[in-house]
T-cell receptor, first 114, second 114 residues
């Protein structure tokens, strides 16, 4: 079992649908992240949660709504998405604190918006 | 703001040949530097990281990287490439005061010819 598990691995949704991505970490970390990976663009940090509190929202549109019920689980709720939102969404976790803490990534959820 | 440049989008090497992937960063103070690898359909795996001390750092899978402050570079090297090294490689930087937020380069796609 990997340290950071994401489900589903693949998701196709229409622009009027509502869906959610789920992430679970088994590493005892207290910080969790959502990154977006689009073709030919650097990974973009979307949200950061430390001890279940959101500490970073990198100007993400409100059609993406994160939820962190505890330090082990992170969700990304999706609604009324656009085709340009199609991408690989990566969840990650680390110990909260300094920049030297290693960030561990899940395998990602491939999202296609049709 | 800090930034990371990976000037080579694609690199092809023969199996057994040496490899060097370039990474340059833009940041005033000493950064925290990372190299990650992403195999097809997978998440990102940390290869190595540098904070301070010896400027030549060893990582997993036989990779090493050298921090050169004068050139603002953190190039990744491997003496002899294996076919299984074919993947995408990302350089990333973090900084004191920025928490655990990583800024990534656009990645270098490595192809290994048999």
């Amino acid at each position: 079992e990997t340290g950071v598990t994401q489900t589903p691995r693949h998701l196709v949704m229409g622009m009027t649908n509502k869906k959610s991505l789920k992430c679970e970490q088994h590493l005892g970390h207290n910080a969790m992240y959502w990154y977006k990976q689009s073709a030919k663009k650097p990974l973009e940090l979307m949200f950061v949660y430390n001890f279940k509190e959101q500490t970073e929202n990198n100007s993400v549109p409100s059609r993406f709504s994160p939820e962190c019920p505890n330090s082990s689980h992170l969700f990304l709720h999706l609604h009324t998405l656009q085709p340009e939102d199609s991408a690989l969404y990566l969840c990650a976790s680390s110990q909260e604190g300094g920049p030297g803490n290693t960030i561990y990534f899940g395998e990602g959820s491939w999202l296609t918006v049709v | 703001a800090q930034s990371v440049t990976q000037p080579d989008i694609h690199i092809t090497v023969s199996e057994g040949a040496s490899l060097e992937l370039r990474c340059n960063y833009s940041y005033g103070a000493t950064p925290y530097l990372f190299w990650y690898v992403q195999s097809p359909g997978q998440g990102l795996q940390l290869l190595l990281k540098y904070f301070s001390g010896d400027t030549l750092v060893q990582g997993i899978k036989g990779f090493e990287a050298e921090f050169k402050r004068s050139q603002s570079s953190f190039n990744l090297r491997k003496p002899s490439v294996h076919w299984s090294d074919a993947a995408e490689y990302f350089c990333a930087v973090a900084f004191t005061g920025g928490g655990n937020k990583l800024t990534f380069g656009t990645g270098t796609q490595l192809k290994v010819e048999l």
